[in-house]
Protein backbone atom coordinates (compact mmCIF):
# COMPACT_ATOMS: atom_id res chain seq x y z
CA UNK A 1 0.00 0.00 0.00
CA UNK A 2 1.88 3.48 -1.33
CA UNK A 3 0.70 6.40 1.08
CA UNK A 4 1.14 9.65 -0.86
CA UNK A 5 2.08 12.50 1.43
CA UNK A 6 1.22 16.24 0.64
CA UNK A 7 3.73 18.64 2.02
CA UNK A 8 2.16 22.14 2.89
CA UNK A 9 4.60 25.44 3.88
CA UNK A 10 2.11 26.61 7.16
CA UNK A 11 4.09 29.98 8.41
CA UNK A 12 2.61 30.41 12.08
CA UNK A 13 3.11 32.98 14.61
CA UNK A 14 5.99 30.28 16.25
CA UNK A 15 9.63 30.59 15.49
CA UNK A 16 10.40 26.97 16.03
CA UNK A 17 9.13 24.86 12.27
CA UNK A 18 6.15 22.57 12.47
CA UNK A 19 6.02 19.11 11.34
CA UNK A 20 4.32 18.64 8.23
CA UNK A 21 0.73 18.05 8.05
CA UNK A 22 -0.02 14.32 5.91
CA UNK A 23 -2.45 12.26 5.66
CA UNK A 24 -2.85 10.34 8.54
CA UNK A 25 -4.10 13.64 10.56
CA UNK A 26 -7.61 12.95 8.89
CA UNK A 27 -7.42 9.56 10.17
CA UNK A 28 -6.89 10.03 13.78
CA UNK A 29 -8.31 12.31 16.35
CA UNK A 30 -6.61 15.40 17.66
CA UNK A 31 -6.10 14.02 21.36
CA UNK A 32 -4.31 10.72 19.54
CA UNK A 33 -0.68 10.75 20.00
CA UNK A 34 -0.32 10.07 16.27
CA UNK A 35 -2.09 13.38 15.25
CA UNK A 36 -0.30 15.72 13.63
CA UNK A 37 -0.30 19.17 15.60
CA UNK A 38 -3.35 21.40 14.15
CA UNK A 39 -3.11 24.74 12.64
CA UNK A 40 -5.29 27.74 14.45
CA UNK A 41 -6.80 29.81 11.80
CA UNK A 42 -8.07 33.41 13.12
CA UNK A 43 -11.65 33.88 13.42
CA UNK A 44 -10.81 37.26 11.40
CA UNK A 45 -10.07 35.79 8.85
CA UNK A 46 -13.27 33.64 8.07
CA UNK A 47 -15.64 36.82 9.01
CA UNK A 48 -13.06 38.31 6.13
CA UNK A 49 -13.58 35.47 3.74
CA UNK A 50 -17.66 35.66 4.20
CA UNK A 51 -17.63 39.26 4.16
CA UNK A 52 -15.76 39.72 0.84
CA UNK A 53 -17.98 36.72 -0.11
CA UNK A 54 -21.34 38.43 0.78
CA UNK A 55 -19.82 41.86 -0.21
CA UNK A 56 -19.17 40.18 -3.89
CA UNK A 57 -23.19 38.57 -3.80
CA UNK A 58 -24.23 41.79 -3.06
CA UNK A 59 -22.21 43.68 -6.08
CA UNK A 60 -23.28 41.30 -8.28
CA UNK A 61 -27.25 41.35 -7.12
CA UNK A 62 -26.45 45.49 -7.40
CA UNK A 63 -25.38 45.11 -10.90
CA UNK A 64 -28.04 43.05 -11.70
CA UNK A 65 -30.15 45.37 -10.64
CA UNK A 66 -28.24 48.51 -12.25
CA UNK A 67 -28.59 46.38 -15.46
CA UNK A 68 -32.49 45.53 -15.04
CA UNK A 69 -32.89 49.06 -15.04
CA UNK A 70 -30.72 50.28 -17.59
CA UNK A 71 -32.94 47.76 -19.99
CA UNK A 72 -35.83 48.94 -18.83
CA UNK A 73 -35.03 52.62 -19.46
CA UNK A 74 -34.18 51.71 -23.10
CA UNK A 75 -37.51 49.75 -23.81
CA UNK A 76 -39.49 52.71 -22.39
CA UNK A 77 -37.38 54.87 -25.24
CA UNK A 78 -38.22 52.40 -27.91
CA UNK A 79 -41.66 52.02 -27.22
CA UNK A 80 -42.35 55.94 -26.94
CA UNK A 81 -40.05 56.32 -30.16
CA UNK A 82 -42.51 54.45 -32.37
CA UNK A 83 -45.76 56.04 -30.68
CA UNK A 84 -44.33 58.97 -31.34
CA UNK A 85 -43.44 57.99 -35.74
CA UNK A 86 -47.66 56.03 -35.37
CA UNK A 87 -49.13 59.36 -34.12
CA UNK A 88 -47.01 62.14 -36.77
CA UNK A 89 -47.84 59.37 -39.40
CA UNK A 90 -51.27 59.52 -38.67
CA UNK A 91 -51.34 63.57 -38.28
CA UNK A 92 -49.91 63.96 -41.58
CA UNK A 93 -52.51 61.32 -43.24
CA UNK A 94 -55.24 63.49 -41.35
CA UNK A 95 -53.79 66.70 -42.87
CA UNK A 96 -53.21 65.79 -46.46
CA UNK A 97 -56.42 64.40 -47.15
CA UNK A 98 -58.10 67.88 -45.64
CA UNK A 99 -58.65 70.58 -48.23
CA UNK A 100 -56.57 73.58 -47.85
CA UNK A 101 -58.51 77.31 -47.56
CA UNK A 102 -55.62 78.53 -50.03
CA UNK A 103 -55.05 77.90 -53.48
CA UNK A 104 -51.89 77.88 -55.57
CA UNK A 105 -51.78 79.64 -58.95
CA UNK A 106 -52.45 76.37 -61.00
CA UNK A 107 -55.53 76.34 -59.32
CA UNK A 108 -56.89 78.90 -61.33
CA UNK A 109 -57.11 76.08 -64.11
CA UNK A 110 -60.12 74.45 -62.55
CA UNK A 111 -62.95 76.64 -63.38
CA UNK A 112 -64.54 75.42 -66.83
CA UNK A 113 -66.36 76.78 -69.38
CA UNK A 114 -68.29 74.48 -71.90
CA UNK A 115 -68.91 77.14 -74.64
CA UNK A 116 -65.14 76.98 -75.46
CA UNK A 117 -63.65 78.40 -78.99
CA UNK A 118 -62.80 76.10 -81.88
CA UNK A 119 -59.63 78.35 -82.54
CA UNK A 120 -58.18 77.22 -79.78
CA UNK A 121 -55.71 75.12 -81.51
CA UNK A 122 -54.02 73.95 -78.03
CA UNK A 123 -55.26 74.09 -74.28
CA UNK A 124 -54.52 75.05 -71.04
CA UNK A 125 -54.90 72.38 -68.18
CA UNK A 126 -53.94 72.33 -64.54
CA UNK A 127 -52.18 69.40 -65.31
CA UNK A 128 -49.66 71.02 -67.55
CA UNK A 129 -48.93 73.61 -65.25
CA UNK A 130 -46.52 71.21 -63.45
CA UNK A 131 -43.13 71.77 -65.24
CA UNK A 132 -40.15 73.10 -63.25
CA UNK A 133 -39.22 75.13 -66.10
CA UNK A 134 -39.65 78.99 -66.09
CA UNK A 135 -38.72 81.94 -68.46
CA UNK A 136 -38.91 84.30 -65.28
CA UNK A 137 -37.40 83.98 -62.01
CA UNK A 138 -39.44 84.73 -59.58
CA UNK A 139 -39.20 88.19 -58.43
CA UNK A 140 -39.64 88.62 -62.30
CA UNK A 141 -42.86 86.68 -62.55
CA UNK A 142 -43.96 88.72 -59.88
CA UNK A 143 -43.09 91.74 -61.35
CA UNK A 144 -44.64 90.73 -64.73
CA UNK A 145 -48.22 90.02 -63.00
CA UNK A 146 -48.54 92.97 -61.17
CA UNK A 147 -47.58 95.03 -64.29
CA UNK A 148 -50.44 93.03 -66.22
CA UNK A 149 -52.66 93.56 -63.12
CA UNK A 150 -53.24 97.44 -63.48
CA UNK A 151 -54.87 96.85 -67.11
CA UNK A 152 -56.97 93.84 -66.60
CA UNK A 153 -59.48 93.16 -68.08
CA UNK A 154 -56.91 94.03 -71.42
CA UNK A 155 -55.92 92.91 -74.40
CA UNK A 156 -52.65 90.77 -74.34
CA UNK A 157 -50.06 89.95 -76.45
CA UNK A 158 -47.44 87.59 -75.85
CA UNK A 159 -44.58 86.57 -78.10
CA UNK A 160 -43.19 83.34 -76.91
CA UNK A 161 -44.97 80.31 -74.65
CA UNK A 162 -43.76 78.63 -71.33
CA UNK A 163 -45.58 76.63 -68.66
CA UNK A 164 -45.29 79.77 -67.10
CA UNK A 165 -47.18 82.03 -69.32
CA UNK A 166 -49.52 80.26 -69.29
CA UNK A 167 -51.08 81.62 -65.55
CA UNK A 168 -51.13 84.95 -67.52
CA UNK A 169 -54.64 83.52 -69.17
CA UNK A 170 -56.08 83.05 -65.96
CA UNK A 171 -54.56 86.79 -64.65
CA UNK A 172 -56.80 88.05 -67.67
CA UNK A 173 -59.43 85.98 -67.50
CA UNK A 174 -61.76 88.35 -68.60
CA UNK A 175 -59.50 89.73 -71.32
CA UNK A 176 -58.00 88.42 -74.54
CA UNK A 177 -54.76 86.87 -74.28
CA UNK A 178 -52.92 85.86 -77.19
CA UNK A 179 -49.43 83.79 -77.34
CA UNK A 180 -47.37 83.56 -80.66
CA UNK A 181 -44.59 80.86 -80.73
CA UNK A 182 -42.31 79.13 -83.28
CA UNK A 183 -42.95 75.91 -81.31
CA UNK A 184 -45.86 75.84 -79.11
CA UNK A 185 -45.56 71.30 -79.51
CA UNK A 186 -43.27 71.63 -77.16
CA UNK A 187 -45.81 72.36 -74.06
CA UNK A 188 -47.80 68.73 -75.43
CA UNK A 189 -51.72 68.97 -75.32
CA UNK A 190 -52.82 72.10 -73.88
CA UNK A 191 -56.92 72.94 -73.49
CA UNK A 192 -57.77 76.12 -72.29
CA UNK A 193 -60.83 77.01 -70.05
CA UNK A 194 -61.05 80.49 -70.86
CA UNK A 195 -62.76 81.29 -74.89
CA UNK A 196 -60.83 84.30 -75.21
CA UNK A 197 -57.03 82.50 -75.49
CA UNK A 198 -55.59 81.36 -78.50
CA UNK A 199 -51.88 80.18 -79.24
CA UNK A 200 -50.73 80.54 -82.61
CA UNK A 201 -47.97 79.08 -84.06
CA UNK A 202 -45.77 81.39 -86.31
CA UNK A 203 -42.76 81.07 -88.12
CA UNK A 204 -39.40 83.20 -88.03
CA UNK A 205 -36.54 83.62 -90.29
CA UNK A 206 -34.43 85.62 -89.24
CA UNK A 207 -31.52 84.72 -87.37
CA UNK A 208 -29.85 85.93 -85.04
CA UNK A 209 -26.65 86.39 -87.02
CA UNK A 210 -28.22 88.74 -89.04
CA UNK A 211 -29.11 91.12 -86.25
CA UNK A 212 -26.99 94.53 -87.52
CA UNK A 213 -27.88 93.88 -91.34
CA UNK A 214 -31.69 94.22 -90.14
CA UNK A 215 -31.10 96.87 -87.49
CA UNK A 216 -28.99 98.84 -90.78
CA UNK A 217 -31.77 98.54 -92.87
CA UNK A 218 -34.60 99.60 -90.25
CA UNK A 219 -32.68 102.62 -90.11
CA UNK A 220 -32.38 103.61 -93.94
CA UNK A 221 -35.35 102.19 -95.28
CA UNK A 222 -38.38 104.62 -95.13
CA UNK A 223 -41.30 101.64 -94.98
CA UNK A 224 -39.72 100.92 -91.48
CA UNK A 225 -41.23 103.97 -89.99
CA UNK A 226 -43.35 104.29 -87.45
CA UNK A 227 -45.68 106.07 -89.38
CA UNK A 228 -45.61 103.24 -91.51
CA UNK A 229 -47.65 100.87 -88.43
CA UNK A 230 -51.12 101.52 -90.32
CA UNK A 231 -50.27 99.13 -92.87
CA UNK A 232 -48.01 97.01 -91.40
CA UNK A 233 -49.24 93.29 -92.53
CA UNK A 234 -48.20 95.01 -95.92
CA UNK A 235 -44.92 96.80 -94.89
CA UNK A 236 -42.19 96.47 -97.27
CA UNK A 237 -39.70 96.29 -93.93
CA UNK A 238 -37.73 93.13 -93.47
CA UNK A 239 -38.03 92.84 -89.83
CA UNK A 240 -41.97 93.39 -89.98
CA UNK A 241 -44.10 89.99 -89.08
CA UNK A 242 -46.62 90.13 -92.04
CA UNK A 243 -47.53 86.60 -92.05
CA UNK A 244 -49.81 87.05 -88.33
CA UNK A 245 -53.01 86.66 -87.37
CA UNK A 246 -55.58 89.07 -88.68
CA UNK A 247 -56.76 90.29 -85.32
CA UNK A 248 -52.90 90.81 -84.26
CA UNK A 249 -53.05 93.82 -86.61
CA UNK A 250 -56.98 94.82 -85.90
CA UNK A 251 -56.67 95.30 -81.85
CA UNK A 252 -55.25 97.63 -79.53
CA UNK A 253 -52.74 96.07 -77.16
CA UNK A 254 -52.76 96.97 -73.84
CA UNK A 255 -50.03 94.92 -72.44
CA UNK A 256 -47.49 93.07 -74.94
CA UNK A 257 -44.40 90.79 -73.70
CA UNK A 258 -41.92 89.72 -75.51
CA UNK A 259 -39.83 86.81 -74.53
CA UNK A 260 -39.68 84.72 -77.78
CA UNK A 261 -38.27 83.40 -80.15
CA UNK A 262 -35.87 81.93 -78.37
CA UNK A 263 -32.87 83.46 -79.72
CA UNK A 264 -30.10 82.16 -78.10
CA UNK A 265 -28.13 81.00 -80.52
CA UNK A 266 -26.18 82.23 -83.37
CA UNK A 267 -27.88 80.44 -85.87
CA UNK A 268 -31.20 80.62 -83.80
CA UNK A 269 -34.17 83.02 -84.76
CA UNK A 270 -33.76 86.26 -83.16
CA UNK A 271 -36.45 88.30 -81.45
CA UNK A 272 -35.44 92.10 -84.05
CA UNK A 273 -38.50 90.88 -85.63
CA UNK A 274 -40.68 90.62 -82.65
CA UNK A 275 -39.24 93.73 -81.15
CA UNK A 276 -39.69 96.12 -84.08
CA UNK A 277 -43.24 94.65 -84.56
CA UNK A 278 -44.52 95.14 -80.47
CA UNK A 279 -43.43 98.75 -81.14
CA UNK A 280 -45.28 99.00 -84.51
CA UNK A 281 -48.26 97.81 -83.32
CA UNK A 282 -47.76 99.92 -79.42
CA UNK A 283 -47.74 103.18 -81.79
CA UNK A 284 -50.72 102.50 -83.35
CA UNK A 285 -52.84 102.06 -79.66
CA UNK A 286 -53.31 104.32 -77.46
CA UNK A 287 -51.21 104.04 -74.50
CA UNK A 288 -49.03 100.11 -74.30
CA UNK A 289 -47.21 98.77 -71.64
CA UNK A 290 -44.30 96.85 -73.14
CA UNK A 291 -42.06 94.28 -71.57
CA UNK A 292 -39.20 92.86 -73.11
CA UNK A 293 -36.87 89.89 -71.24
CA UNK A 294 -33.35 88.81 -71.99
CA UNK A 295 -32.47 92.78 -72.03
CA UNK A 296 -28.69 91.93 -70.80
CA UNK A 297 -28.70 90.39 -74.11
CA UNK A 298 -26.92 92.92 -76.83
CA UNK A 299 -29.34 92.08 -79.80
CA UNK A 300 -32.66 92.54 -77.23
CA UNK A 301 -30.70 95.61 -75.43
CA UNK A 302 -29.98 96.98 -78.94
CA UNK A 303 -33.19 96.76 -80.63
CA UNK A 304 -35.21 97.80 -77.50
CA UNK A 305 -33.42 101.15 -77.83
CA UNK A 306 -33.56 101.48 -81.20
CA UNK A 307 -37.44 101.12 -81.40
CA UNK A 308 -38.81 101.04 -77.88
CA UNK A 309 -36.59 103.61 -76.48
CA UNK A 310 -34.61 103.58 -73.29
CA UNK A 311 -36.46 106.94 -72.89
CA UNK A 312 -39.73 105.12 -72.34
CA UNK A 313 -38.28 102.73 -69.61
CA UNK A 314 -40.90 102.84 -66.50
CA UNK A 315 -39.12 100.26 -64.67
CA UNK A 316 -37.08 97.39 -64.32
CA UNK A 317 -36.72 93.81 -63.01
CA UNK A 318 -33.63 91.17 -63.19
CA UNK A 319 -33.73 91.40 -66.78
CA UNK A 320 -37.19 92.27 -67.39
CA UNK A 321 -37.69 95.73 -68.69
CA UNK A 322 -41.15 97.59 -68.82
CA UNK A 323 -41.23 100.25 -71.16
CA UNK A 324 -44.46 102.59 -71.72
CA UNK A 325 -45.20 103.54 -75.35
CA UNK A 326 -47.73 106.18 -76.21
CA UNK A 327 -49.69 105.93 -79.37
CA UNK A 328 -48.47 108.02 -82.25
CA UNK A 329 -49.09 106.80 -85.09
CA UNK A 330 -47.65 109.66 -87.31
CA UNK A 331 -44.38 110.25 -85.75
CA UNK A 332 -41.76 109.99 -88.26
CA UNK A 333 -38.67 108.64 -85.94
CA UNK A 334 -39.45 106.08 -82.85
CA UNK A 335 -37.05 108.44 -79.99
CA UNK A 336 -36.93 111.72 -79.51
CA UNK A 337 -33.01 111.20 -78.64
CA UNK A 338 -30.24 110.33 -80.83
CA UNK A 339 -29.82 106.75 -82.02
CA UNK A 340 -28.13 104.35 -80.46
CA UNK A 341 -24.13 103.84 -81.06
CA UNK A 342 -23.09 100.70 -81.78
CA UNK A 343 -19.97 100.09 -81.33
Known sequence: MMVVVVKEKIITSEATPQPPLTVLSFFFPSDSPKSQP???????YHKAGDNTRTKG???????????????TKKVLVVVFFILSVVSLVRFLTITNGTPSSFSSPSMFWTRTNTSASSEIP???????????????????????????????PCNLLVFGLSIQYLLLSSLNAGGTTIFLDDNPEKLGPIRTNYTRTRIYKVEHHAASRNAYKLLKHA?????????????????????????????????????????????????????MPAIYTAAMIARAGNVTDVLVHDIDRIIEMWFTREFLCEENLISSKGKLWHLRIRGNPNSPSFCSSAKVQII
Open 38 to 44: QVDIPVS
Open 57 to 71: KNEGMGRGKSRMKIT
Open 122 to 152: HSLTRQNITSSSANLTDKEFQFLTSTISTRI
Open 219 to 271: RAHPGCAPDQAGSLRLSSCKLALTQLPNEIYTLKWDVILVDGPSGDRFDAPGR
